[in-house]
């Protein structure tokens, strides 16, 4: 494949998806985020996004065992602080947010799935869905 033959041919879109697709360590991405021009549009998408609360977390592609394992790390750190807090003394610590993983549709089954059978739990000791503060499905 030759870029510049894609570029020489107008074919700025798929130039684009493929420019897309690179790692994010890489050094094109490197230099693209050190260009004022591109940093400063991407600074701006993401205090947007932070504004309008996106909650998509990071991109699947990107989240490896690594990023996987400390994830996972710094929520066990949070909550180890919590419980030091409480030990110290502070009587309603902080909450502390997990870590964002990424959102797709099989994480929001499990999600959902994971209320589902929590509601039928519920349900043998005579609670029911009304009970809880959700949405009715």
Known sequence: MDLS???ESGRWRATLELIEQ???????????????????MIAEAQLRQEAQGSDDGPSVAEFGPVEQRLTTLIDLMKVQVQWSQRQAGVKSPSKMKPEPRPKTLVSDLIERKEQEIGLEVASQFGFDRSDFFMDAA
Do not use: G
């Open 5 to 7: 033959e894609w570029i």
């Open 22 to 40: 690179l790692p994010w360590a890489s050094r094109f991405r490197a230099a693209m985020l050190n260009d004022p021009d591109y940093a400063d």
